[in-house]
């Protein structure tokens, strides 16, 4: 899903991506280069494997299954290389990109990490974002956003009561074959009509199904594109470019920040 397709659908949630590697590839990882963002946050979860991070601001420490990366952009930051690998033979997960409100999306960046969100021992689900069934993630995002990681084992069966005018809602497979009205297979997104009416999954495959579903309050403003840029309205985005470049500046001045564990931290 990207902000020119099916996000102008989805909003606030306008990205999504699924990355996987594995073998001598997971060391790639810390090949990515620094790219800036402004006027979004953006939510990075593993659904297998660990990765290492290290910053002055946030400790160190590694996130696996049912942690989060969690990083505000606001009016802007830099960062693609706070995150190493773990010795560990796969890696895979979802980034997924979130439109922020206007009160928020020139705002102060925010980034930070989270070992684990926790979960209901009664759930079988781990809340990245929001508030379900009497679960509160701890991660700041804007309120009438959730955001779930879910493993279901084979023939098990789970249903998602969305929230009073969440009428955003989808899913997106990573693991395993899910039985959603229609079968869903590991790679696919799906989305569903726009309501607040259940969810009924089942996990339809010989391996446990793994999986992310958002579900939202409709975002009620027009998208704004930058590169990596979305905003409200043209000002906002002028604002967020703006400060992009300054901070760009900023960034090459600073030199290597580099620490000990490979990692670059996320430049504010």
């Given amino acids: 899903?990207?902000?020119?397709?099916?996000?102008?659908?989805?909003?606030?949630?306008?990205?999504?991506?699924?990355?996987?590697?594995?073998?001598?590839?997971?060391?790639?990882?810390?090949?990515?280069?620094?790219?800036?963002?402004?006027?979004?946050?953006?939510?990075?979860?593993?659904?297998?494997?660990?990765?290492?991070?290290?910053?002055?601001?946030?400790?160190?420490?590694?996130?696996?299954?049912?942690?989060?990366?969690?990083?505000?952009?606001?009016?802007?930051?830099?960062?693609?290389?706070e995150l190493t690998a773990e010795e560990v033979p796969?890696?895979?997960?979802?980034?997924?990109?979130?439109?922020?409100?206007?009160?928020?999306?020139?705002?102060?960046?925010?980034?930070?990490?989270?070992?684990?969100?926790?979960?209901?021992?009664?759930?079988?689900?781990?809340?990245?974002?929001?508030?379900?069934?009497?679960?509160?993630?701890?991660?700041?995002?804007?309120?009438?956003?959730?955001y779930l990681l879910v493993t279901l084992k084979p023939g098990e069966s789970w249903t998602y009561q969305p929230p009073a005018g969440h009428h955003v809602g989808w899913l997106a497979l990573a693991q395993g074959k899910l039985n959603a009205g229609d079968v869903v297979e590991a790679g696919e997104m799906v989305s569903f009509d726009s309501s607040d009416a259940s969810i009924n999954l089942q996990a339809c495959g010989p391996e446990d199904a793994v999986f992310v579903l958002g579900?939202?309050?409709?975002?009620?403003?027009?998208?704004?594109?930058?590169?990596?840029s979305v905003h409200t309205n043209e000002q906002a985005l002028e604002a967020g470019e703006r400060r992009i470049a300054e901070l760009g500046k900023k960034l090459k001045a600073a030199g290597d920040r580099r620490t000990q564990s490979g990692t670059i931290p996320v430049f504010l």
């Fill in 215 to 228: 579900s939202a309050v409709p975002h009620q403003y027009p998208l704004h594109l930058g590169y990596y």
């Fill in 90 to 146: 796969r890696i895979q997960g979802f980034q997924l990109w979130i439109a922020l409100p206007p009160e928020l999306e020139n705002g102060e960046p925010e980034s930070r990490y989270l070992d684990s969100v926790g979960a209901n021992e009664a759930q079988l689900f781990h809340l990245i974002l929001g508030n379900y069934q009497g679960v509160q993630s701890p991660v700041p995002a804007p309120k009438d956003i959730n």
């Fill in 1 to 81: 899903m990207s902000p020119s397709d099916l996000g102008q659908m989805l909003k606030p949630f306008v990205f999504l991506d699924i990355f996987e590697v594995s073998g001598d590839a997971i060391h790639a990882l810390s090949n990515m280069p620094l790219h800036p963002h402004s006027g979004i946050a953006t939510v990075t979860v593993f659904t297998e494997g660990r990765v290492r991070y290290n910053d002055p601001d946030n400790g160190e420490g590694t996130i696996g299954y049912g942690g989060v990366e969690w990083m505000r952009a606001g009016g802007g930051i830099w960062h693609g290389k």
